[in-house]
């Protein structure tokens, strides 16, 4: 079979993406760039480009769903928040207030300290009130992967936080 003789220009960054997979693969770059072609022209080629893009839609879909729940109950939990401390709250005599506000301070540089600990450890506090509204079925029926009825290592109460203040 007779090929014919193409010449084209490409971005330099796929032409070095190019000559590494050749020299990778052991192929030519033609014969690379023939099977690329062939690929992309094929008949099933648009279904499977399609498929590709309905998994990675889906995909999106899902996480923009998790995103959306997350986000919710975020503003959930702070507007509950917000609205017990105003609720609870006393105003403070005037003779009071460089006190508490200096208490205030120490307890947000606490606060962002705990914060940032619990975000290095890979904590999710949103995760983990999602997964005490809606347990999995092993964790909600309490049982384990060896069918006895005590409580898994990993289903322990972690409220608890380390170095945890008022």
């Known amino acids: 079979m007779s090929k014919t003789r193409l010449n084209i ?10 000559r590494q997979l050749a020299a990778l693969k052991g192929e030519t770059k033609s014969a690379i760039v023939a099977a690329a072609l062939s690929s992309y022209l094929s008949p099933d080629g648009a279904d499977r480009r399609e498929a590709a893009l309905a998994s990675r839609l889906d995909r999106l879909s899902n996480q923009f769903g998790r995103l959306e729940r997350d986000q919710t ?10 609205r017990y401390t105003l609720s ?21 540089n606490q606060f962002v300290d705990q914060l940032g600990r ?12 999602h997964e005490e509204i809606l347990p999995d079925e092993e964790r909600f029926f309490g049982l384990t992967d060896d069918g006895n009825n005590q409580p ?3 289903s322990e109460d972690h409220n608890g936080e380390e170095g945890a203040s008022p």
């Open 88 to 108: 609870v709250s006393a105003p403070l005599p005037e003779a009071h207030q460089k006190a508490a506000r200096a208490q205030g301070r120490l307890r947000f």
């Open 152 to 154: 898994s290592a990993d």
């Open 73 to 82: 109950i975020l503003i959930e939990t702070l507007a509950l928040f917000i």
């Open 9 to 18: 220009f490409i971005e330099p960054d796929h032409a070095k993406r190019l």
């Open 118 to 129: 619990h975000l290095q450890r890979g904590g999710s506090l949103v995760r983990q009130v």
